[in-house]
């Protein structure tokens, strides 16, 4: 298998801009999990979905972030509007989840997001 | 909600000594803590975890301890290796449920 995918691995974008991250989690997968990672804060889970469904979104750290999930092949995570302050990491991940979570989560490699 | 605080945030070891990353979680109900490492420019990826029904595990040179009573758990890596330099993050969970909360991680320096 491919691992998770994520694009685009780099985004350098001005404040205000929207931003839109891709994720295609691994065939199989029914869980799917989004991460911030930065300095300070560390790897700060935002939001994860459960057969497309979203279980938790305690995490989105307000109204100007938004995820889907639309299907079991694809997410999204989307920035609008754009904040200096939002310039980090992104990770998606996805399991096996519930019934079937064997607790290990597959990372793809990151989307590095810098909002000028 | 689950709080994991995680020590020391950076460790310079010299190679072959061993490593030791300690970590606390705030929810008695947890009972799933696994170790990511993070290698430069890459995502975490799981190395070793343990359930709480087991107090140590072991794979090769990386060990992980839990003590439950004090909701403590620790990474030990022994014969450190210049590969060994990464990040390491310790998280916690109640399985079934999937939602993992991690650590704020250690960078691991293994000095030659």
């Known amino acids: 298998d491919a691992g998770v995918i994520q694009s685009p691995r780099h985004e350098v974008t001005e404040m205000g801009q929207e931003v839109t991250l891709r994720c295609k989690p691994i065939s199989g997968h029914n869980s799917l999990f989004w991460y911030r990672q930065t300095m300070m804060r560390g790897l700060e889970l935002l939001i994860y979905f459960n057969n497309n469904v979203p279980i938790d979104d305690s995490g989105m750290p307000e109204d100007r972030f938004s995820a889907k999930m639309p299907n079991a092949s694809f997410s999204t995570l989307k920035i609008q509007p754009s904040e200096p302050r939002d310039s980090a990491v992104y990770f998606c991940?996805?399991?096996?989840?519930?019934?079937?979570?064997?607790?290990?989560?597959?990372f793809g490699e990151g989307s590095r997001l810098t909002v000028l | 909600g689950e709080n994991v605080e995680q020590h020391p945030s950076t460790l310079s070891v010299q190679e072959g000594d061993s490593a030791v990353i300690k970590c606390t979680y705030s929810?008695?109900?947890?009972?799933?803590f696994p170790w990511y490492k993070q290698e430069l420019g890459k995502g975490p990826q799981l190395i070793i975890d343990i359930r709480s029904n087991v107090g140590e595990k072991k794979d090769q040179r990386i060990a992980v301890t839990l003590n439950k009573t004090a909701k403590h758990f620790s990474l030990h890596i022994t014969e450190t290796q210049p590969e060994d330099s990464a990040v390491y993050f310790c998280a916690a969970s109640q399985t079934p449920k999937d939602k993992i909360i991690f650590g704020k991680g250690t960078r691991l320096h293994i000095l030659p």
């Open positions: 929810d008695s109900a947890s009972n799933y």
């Open positions: 991940a996805s399991s096996l989840g519930s019934m079937g979570f064997t607790g290990e989560l597959f």
